[in-house]
């Protein structure tokens, strides 16, 4: 795929394609989730010796998950998404040898999508306001909770009206299911951080969908 912007490490890895990654998944569904983590920590090491294959199946694996990741934070620039996409996979496959633990690649992923989403945001000044919260002391919430209540749709739809920083906690939560550890990582945040910022977004979301249906 030929896009607009240019990479001085786009001709090194012009035989990979980004967006749409080729090849039969081998992460069986039925292994254990113990043996889905080795496997997956095992790609990322190859992938660090240079094994392109390796690098296609972490595509493959996290390829969907980082694409809805960047579809719901760029909503308002539809246009954009693919090569933004495609400039946070090769900031990942730069990125991969300094990555010291295997096991953090998921987070480490991501922060480096929500890093390129926000320097896109200032790129186009766009404006929003950033949070001050206070952090709250309160045990970690259960996703169930929140999808016991809402219609999934209505949550995606609700995500629109929040503010960049809701929006990212819910979905790495609820669509992602990552930990707070994981999300606080994501974010460069601390635990009491997230919890707090959870706690704003689902408070928010459920405003904004009461007034949608008055």
């Given at each position: 795929m030929v896009t607009s912007r240019r990479h001085p490490y786009r001709k090194?890895?012009?035989h990979l394609n980004f967006l749409r990654p080729a090849g039969n998944?081998?992460?069986?569904?039925?292994?254990?989730?113990?043996t889905q983590q080795i496997y997956e920590q095992t790609l990322v090491l190859r992938s660090q010796l240079g094994d392109e294959a390796a690098f296609a199946e972490l595509l493959?694996?996290?390829?969907?998950?980082?694409?809805s990741f960047t579809r719901q934070m760029m909503r308002s620039?539809?246009?954009?998404?693919?090569?933004?996409?495609?400039?946070i996979w090769l900031a990942i496959y730069r990125g991969l040898p300094r990555?010291?633990?295997?096991?953090?690649?998921?987070?480490?992923?991501?922060?480096?999508?929500r890093d390129r989403i926000y320097r896109e945001y200032r790129r186009r000044k766009m404006t929003f306001q950033p949070l001050e919260e206070a952090e709250i002391e309160a045990p970690p919430e259960v996703a169930g909770e929140m999808t016991a209540t809402l219609d999934i749709e209505e949550l995606r739809a609700g995500l629109d009206i929040l503010s960049p920083?809701?929006?990212?906690?819910?979905?790495?939560c609820f669509f992602e299911e990552m930990s707070y550890e994981e999300i606080a990582r994501v974010t460069g945040t601390t635990l009491g951080t997230v919890r707090s910022r959870i706690h704003y977004a689902r408070r928010a979301l459920k405003t904004a969908l009461e007034r949608k249906m008055i």
């Open positions: 090194k890895t012009s998944r081998i992460y069986a569904e039925h292994v254990s989730s113990n493959v694996l996290h390829g969907p998950h980082l694409l620039s539809p246009e954009d998404v693919d090569d933004l996409v495609q400039e990555l010291r633990e295997a096991s953090r690649f998921r987070p480490w992923a991501f922060r480096i999508a920083e809701h929006r990212e906690v819910l979905m790495l």
